[in-house]
């Protein structure tokens, strides 16, 4: 086994069922390769936000196996769990903002909660606000937000803490294509700083922006993976230096 | 396009707890605006008042019973008056003599008189309605009724016209009627002690239920449960030490009114009813218990929560 598996993150024959439903996913399989950009898509109810949950820890497969920075996830007692959870970022469909948090609690948040300084977050708080161009809005509430507006703030607070991966659901639907647009560009720069990303969009226009991405396509539960890529992805898709760096 | 801002190795981990204030205002702070503490408050205050009634029922009880039950009293029952004293004064003689008895008292006519007075009229003829000489005697233990029979074998010869009574059996029918009311009390004290922890496990519960969203962002960027039930116990704690101190105050409130009016009765027997410094103290530990409830629940619910999450 190569460094890059160890530190990846596999899903072996994965299965998920709700209650007693049948399967929203099936033997899905893939292994996402430190610090590359892949694209979930797939129509609605496909399973994409089921797919992301299992990524994010916050559900357990019905079956297979999910093995995460070289552990397996599945066997790892509750307990352990927190400290795997503080190294993702994640954007969630429904933002799940603290509605009586201020914008800038809580983009502060997930750093307060593994115990970062205030003087330390102070400055990285703000430049965030700052860039996803609600540097005027820190005091307000989400309910005060518009929809795109709280869709930055829960973009900024997955983000600030530099995760290793960072789980990204439907994170541009609320927003203009040149937000969109911007919003791609703080993902890829986060990329470029090694951390793998994952964004499950429905908007086609999207995938291009980002040429060496990787596209994950789900249909009706299902992984369809018809070069192999996704289980053996080429070597270059997977190193830095053949990346183009001319955007921006 | 601006580049995205750096983000600095320094945010990315540390060792800080996550506590105090910023983790605090995770939780609204309804404080004296919301309805837990005002729930507590009240419920704590009935609880203190009802603690009161019955420690108090339960002093004038035992203080009435030590007084009366180591209590004898020696009657002579003799119409004439020289007599009357000659035997008075044997027994009385006789009885301190006896190993049972801790001291004897001649109830002075004087004050007999003056007990009667009220009944007979100023100055009226002693030898008209003729008195009994009254003995009272404090008894080394209880006036039982061997230790009784022995005075009345004593005094046989001496002072044939006298009759021993313990003080107690006069006031049989209101020990019982006592008894009675120190099983209603400790009942009530206990039911109203169950109620109040539910009502205040319930608006704990319910303090929280609003939280559930919050406890489960707070999860799924990390936290562990300890961190994210730590923190509703100290907002929960913080409410109910501010609900207790409340009620406290209003239930003490009561009871010192209450104890001002059963002091101007001037009784005898109610006198025996004020709280002893341990009465305060079990009074006090009313509120603490409320805040530790309060808290625990604050905690179970908190940890039952997380753990139907991942
Ligand atoms: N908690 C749940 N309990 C039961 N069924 C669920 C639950 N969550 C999702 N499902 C079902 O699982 C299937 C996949 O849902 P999922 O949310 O993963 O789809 P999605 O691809 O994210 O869709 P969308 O693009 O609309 O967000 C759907 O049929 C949905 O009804
Ligand atoms: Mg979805």
Redesign the pocket.
């Known amino acids: 086994m190569n460094a890059t598996e160890k530190e990846g993150i596999t899903f072996d024959n994965v299965g998920l069922r709700y209650g007693a439903d049948r399967e929203v996913l099936s033997d899905v399989s893939f292994t996402l390769f430190p610090g590359s950009f892949y694209f979930l898509t797939g129509a ?2 496909a399973g ?3 797919l ?1 949950k299992l990524l994010y820890l916050a559900q357990r497969p019905s079956r297979g196996a999910i093995r995460m920075f070289g552990t397996d996830v599945i066997t790892l007692p509750r307990n352990r769990l927190p400290s795997y959870r503080r190294r993702l970022g994640v954007v969630f ?1 429904d933002f799940r903002l603290v509605p009586h948090l201020s914008a800038y609690d809580n983009v502060a948040l997930p750093l307060r909660v593994s115990g970062v300084r205030e003087a330390d977050l102070k400055k990285p708080v703000r430049d965030m606000m700052e860039w996803v161009g609600l540097g005027h809005r820190i005091d307000a509430r989400p309910a005060t937000l518009s929809g795109g507006e709280q869709q930055r703030v829960a973009i900024a607070r997955a983000v600030i803490g530099r995760p290793e991966l960072l789980v990204a ?2 994170p541009t639907g609320n927003v203009d294509p040149e937000m969109a647009l911007k919003l791609l560009r703080l993902f890829e720069s986060l990329n470029r700083m090694g951390t793998t990303v994952v964004v ?1 969009t429905h908007d086609v226009h999207l995938l291009k922006k980002v040429p060496e991405s990787l596209i994950m396509r789900l249909d009706k539960g299902r992984l369809s993976d018809p070069t192999g890529a996704l289980r053996y992805p080429p070597r270059a898709n997977t190193q830095a230096g053949n990346r183009g760096d001319g955007r921006g | 396009m601006k580049k995205p801002p750096a983000i600095g190795k320094t945010t990315v981990r540390g060792l800080n707890p996550f506590g105090g204030e910023r983790a605090a205002q995770l939780v609204p702070q309804a404080r004296l605006a919301g309805p837990m503490p005002w729930v507590i408050a009240i419920m704590i205050a009935l609880t203190v008042i009802a603690a009161a009634g019955g420690l108090a029922l339960n002093n004038v009880a035992s203080n009435a019973r030590a007084d009366l039950a180591g209590g004898a009293t020696v009657q002579i029952l003799e119409a004439s008056k020289q007599e009357r004293n000659r035997q008075a004064t044997a027994a009385e003689a006789m009885l301190a003599e006896h190993p049972a008895v801790a001291s004897t008292r001649r109830v002075p006519d004087a004050e007999l008189d003056a007990l009667l007075e009220p009944w007979l009229g100023v100055g009226a003829d002693n030898e008209a309605v003729p008195m009994p000489a009254l003995i009272d005697i404090r008894l080394r233990d209880d006036a039982t009724e061997d230790t009784l029979n022995a005075l009345r074998g004593l005094l046989v010869s001496a002072a044939p016209s006298a009759r021993v009574d313990a003080q107690s059996s006069w006031l049989a029918p209101v020990f019982s009627a006592i008894s009675s009311l120190q099983w209603l009390s400790a009942a009530l004290v206990i039911l109203l002690g169950l109620t109040s922890a539910a009502a205040v496990w319930l608006a704990a519960r319910s303090a929280l239920g609003a939280n559930n969203e919050t406890i489960e962002i707070v999860h799924l960027l990390g936290g562990t449960d300890v961190q994210i039930a730590r923190i509703f116990e100290r907002s929960i704690g913080f409410d109910a030490t501010l609900g207790g101190a409340v009620g406290l105050a209003l239930g003490l409130i009561v009871i010192l009114f209450l104890g001002q009016r059963f002091d101007e009765l001037g009784s005898g027997m109610m006198a025996g009813g004020g709280l002893d410094w341990l009465d305060w103290i079990a009074i006090a530990i009313i509120p603490l218990i409320g805040v530790a409830i309060a808290m625990l629940t604050a905690r179970i619910t908190v940890l039952g929560a997380l753990r139907r999450l991942l």
Request: proline share 0%.
């Open positions: 609605s109810g994409k936000t089921s992301l469909q659901d439907e499950a």
